[in-house]
């Protein structure tokens, strides 16, 4: 196997090995399904544009991991994965924080694959504004998938409570997305030298037909 492909095909395996454990006996069918799908849809996307489009070695292990969280709260429901329980009582908190994990990653990984989408597609360069609209589009994707919770609660009712994770927060949307706009600025301030490397071995590597 071609040494480029050897990490990516490798996650990949690893994430269908996830998805089914995951799948196995879950607290709640529902809430896995609704939680799980990003990850069913998004692992044949990258399958099938790793060719033409492959992501950098970075974009891909941010996105496993970002997979695995997804996956552990489809399988145990936000509000109730151990680790989360376990870091409540010992910081002593009032709910399950493995939720704002969530959306803090919901933030910080998207932005990394919008950067790198943006640089290699279009006409912006590193910047001010590249920044600002990696982070405006975070932001949107987070307040749309706050329209999605909304709309699933709407239509399932009662049945959409461990879905929608807000633990009696009342300020539990704005938390969400105050997160994922948090995540998106650090992912951009901590790992944009690294992502800009990776970027440029990458452009001399895929050759032209998977050149922007």
Avoid: K
Wanted: overall charge neutral.
């Amino acid at each position: 196997m071609n040494r480029r492909w050897t990490e990516p095909a490798s996650l990949a395996v690893f994430t269908a090995a996830a998805l089914w454990i995951s799948y196995v006996d879950p607290s709640d069918r529902l809430t896995w399904w609704l939680e799980a799908l990003p990850v069913i849809l998004g692992l044949p996307l990258l399958m099938l544009t790793r060719q033409r489009f492959p992501l950098t070695p970075l974009a891909y292990r941010l996105l496993f991991v970002h997979a695995i969280i997804l996956l552990i709260g489809a399988h145990y429901t936000y509000a109730q994965v151990p680790a989360g329980d376990w870091v409540r009582g010992w910081l002593g908190l009032s709910r399950n924080p493995y939720d704002r994990l969530g959306h803090l990653a919901q933030g910080f990984v998207p932005a990394i694959v919008a950067r790198e989408v943006l640089l290699r597609r279009t006409p912006l360069d590193t910047g001010p504004w590249l920044f600002f609209l990696v982070t405006c589009f975070c932001l949107a994707f987070s307040a749309f998938y706050e329209l999605i919770e909304w709309w699933v609660a709407v239509l399932g009712r009662f049945a959409a409570d461990a879905f929608l994770v807000t633990q009696g927060d009342v300020w539990d949307t704005q938390w969400d997305m105050f997160l994922a706009l948090l995540g998106s600025i650090a992912a951009q301030l901590y790992l944009a030298g690294r992502h800009d490397r990776q970027l440029a071995q990458l452009g001399s590597s895929v050759g032209p037909s998977a050149a922007p």
